[in-house]
């Protein structure tokens, strides 16, 4: 079992930057995929990022590619994901989500709400 919780989330002008945080509750993580999932009005919940925990590998949606970074704090079992160059159309609620190596996402945050204000 992991538990996700996730902050950071708030209004922004466009242009702006916001950092997101998604704390785990799990001890370990080395078998873990950490990602970062949004969803906007009336939109499917779709992928933005994702970080291999042992590895650190990234994967990123074109979408954000360049403009958002994730990363890893092993002490802190936490996962960043840094906005950068925000765009109206960011506008979503953000969910980080875990996985194990070789399975689909099974674990959820309650999600946070960014506003991207034009």
């Known amino acids: 079992q992991v538990q996700l919780v996730e902050s950071g989330g708030g209004l922004v002008q466009a242009g702006g930057s916001l950092r997101l945080s998604c704390a785990a509750s799990?001890?370990?993580?080395?078998?873990?995929?950490m990602g970062w999932f949004r969803q906007a009005p009336g939109k499917e919940r779709e992928f933005v990022a994702h970080?291999?925990?042992?590895?650190?590998?990234?994967v990123y949606a074109t979408s954000v590619k360049d403009r958002f970074v994730i990363s890893r704090d092993n002490v802190g079992n936490t996962v960043y994901l840094q906005m950068n160059s925000l765009k109206p159309e960011d506008t979503a609620v953000y969910y980080c989500?875990?996985?194990?190596?070789?399975?689909?996402?099974?674990?959820w945050g309650q999600g946070t709400q960014v506003t991207v204000s034009s």
């Open positions: 989500a875990a996985r194990e190596l070789l399975r689909t996402y099974e674990y």
């Open positions: 799990r001890r370990t993580l080395s078998q873990y995929v």
């Open positions: 970080i291999a925990w042992s590895s650190g590998i990234t």
